[in-house]
């Protein structure tokens, strides 16, 4: 079990070292959208390669992030059943839907996207529209991301056996007590509070400007 266990820290690092990654491609996607938006816009020039560098950039983000948010347990659950049960009785759920449904469907995926990346490879596809960026690349994001999401699911399984055998914390445990959503509502909040006070000193001043 310390080797399994082992392993699943290695993977973990790895998503980790990923995930971290893929923040800077969020800010790099970010800015090369507005600069094309800009440029557009200012001096009517557009660049097919500059917008398929946008959805490669998005593609490169929501697949190569899959497995680290499914290490952070922030992918979306349908949990409404399961969160009554026991704890053990989660873990064990969350077994079974490991090796009976995120596994067939990763792999599957992951086996079928690998001649879809070769072919594309050994052509030296490009882009059908001009100025267009090479193809490839693209297509080799969907073998990755999921292998890494595979990963991610083989470290979540070798966790989960390790919290039934008493060896490992619960891993369906958040990492931070409040979810991104819960946050962001919370931060809405705060800053609606703040701004009513100067509101009402606004529409103070303006009745006594009546």
């Known amino acids: 079990m ?34 094309n938006a800009v440029v557009r816009k200012v001096f009517s020039v557009s660049s097919n390669a500059w917008l398929e560098l946008q959805w490669y950039l998005f593609g490169a983000i929501f697949l190569l992030a899959a497995g680290y948010t499914f290490l952070r ?10 969160q009554k049960f026991s704890k053990r009785t989660q873990i064990k759920i969350e077994i079974f839907g490991i090796l009976f449904f995120l596994f067939p469907a990763c792999m ?6 690998l001649p879809f990346f070769y072919e594309s490879f050994v052509l030296h596809e490009l882009s059908s529209n001009t100025g267009g960026l090479i193809r490839w690349p693209a297509k080799l994001l969907i073998p990755v991301g999921f292998f890494l999401l595979i990963l991610a699911g083989l470290s979540h399984l070798i966790k989960c056996v390790g919290f039934l055998r008493g060896a490992c914390p619960d891993p369906l445990a958040r990492q931070h007590a409040k979810t991104a959503e819960e946050e962001l509502a919370e931060e809405i909040l705060r800053q609606a509070q703040l701004d009513a006070p100067q509101t009402a000193n606004d529409d103070n001043t303006a009745s006594k400007g009546r």
């Open 2 to 35: 310390k080797f399994l266990l082992s392993l699943s820290k290695t993977i973990d690092a790895i998503n980790v070292k990923v995930g971290q990654a893929v923040i800077w491609l969020t800010l790099l996607v970010v800015l090369v959208s507005a600069t």
């Open 73 to 82: 347990n922030e992918h979306v659950r349908v949990d409404v059943l399961a």
């Open 108 to 113: 599957l995926i992951f086996w079928l996207s």
